[in-house]
């Protein structure tokens, strides 16, 4: 009697421990591996819209410094009309170098800001291409816990290979849209912050020309 009770011990425990193993591996099979690929669409939706964020807030940036510099030109204008009805030529032709250096700066960023428009759409775009695989592949999912014949299972993980292919597509994508954006959204900051003074003197005497015509 002491025997039997000692092996079904030593049974108990193998199966603790089996239990135990089996426990600590990761999942296999078909809806695991659809279960980790959801997992990893969600990380990168969530990235995603956090790159979105990043080209809306660098798009914002610009536009703020393309209407800060037109303003800037506007200001420029006004003093150096306000200079030559003073009679104070050296002044007014100061002011008119300023005006068209701010024109010009407002035009180039004007640029810039187009391109971060377009970079901003495309982003939006790859967001919602990898949020409608996430939808996509939860749908599967579903349907492929329902089903139990091995040929489809397959055929559904083969069809998955294909999906994550893509979802990498759009995430790299995205990426690389987000770095030019916000490449491009510094190099727009180093010319709004030039401030130089522009030195066309036929350009500039043209621009005094047209001030001193009335009005």
Same mark, same amino acid.
Request: proline share 2%.
């Given at each position: 009697?002491? #025997? !039997?009770? *000692? ?6 425990a193998?199966? =603790? ?5 089996? $426990? ?14 959801t997992a ?6 969530? %990235? ?10 660098? #798009? ?5 410094? !393309?209407?800060?510099? %037109? /303003?800037?030109?506007?200001? #420029?204008?006004? @003093?150096?009309?306000? &200079? *030559? ?5 050296? !002044?007014a032709?100061?002011?008119?170098? $300023? @005006? ?6 407002? =035009? ?11 970079? +901003? ?17 939860? !749908? ?6 329902? $089903? ?6 397959? /055929? ?5 290979? &294909?999906? /994550? $292919? ?9 990426? %690389? ?11 727009? &900051? ?15 005497? +043209? ?9």
């Amino acid at each position: 009697m002491g #025997w !039997v009770l *000692l092996v079904l011990l030593v049974l108990m425990a193998a199966g =603790v421990v089996a239990y135990l193993v089996l $426990r600590g591996r990761p999942p296999s099979g078909p809806g695991a591996a659809v279960g980790r690929f959801t997992a990893q669409l969600e990380r990168n939706l969530t %990235e995603a819209a956090q790159a979105v964020h990043r080209v809306v807030s660098a #798009w914002k940036e610009v536009r703020d410094r !393309v209407e800060a510099r %037109e /303003e800037e030109a506007r200001r #420029w204008g006004e @003093q150096a009309r306000d &200079a *030559l009805l003073e009679g104070d030529e050296a !002044v007014a032709r100061d002011r008119v170098a $300023r @005006q068209v250096a701010a024109e010009h700066a407002a =035009v180039a960023l004007r640029a810039d800001l187009e391109a971060l428009a377009e970079a +901003r759409q495309r982003a939006d775009r790859h967001y919602e291409a990898l949020k409608q695989q996430l939808d996509g592949v939860r !749908v599967r999912y579903a349907a492929l816990a329902a $089903r139990q014949a091995a040929a489809g299972a397959g /055929e559904s993980v083969m069809d998955l290979a &294909a999906e /994550e $292919r893509r979802a990498n597509e759009a995430f790299s994508q995205l990426t %690389e849209d987000v770095a030019a954006a916000e490449a491009r959204a510094a190099a727009a &900051a180093e010319v709004s912050a030039a401030g130089r003074i522009y030195e066309d003197p036929a350009e500039i005497d +043209r621009r005094l020309a047209a001030l001193r015509q009335p009005s």
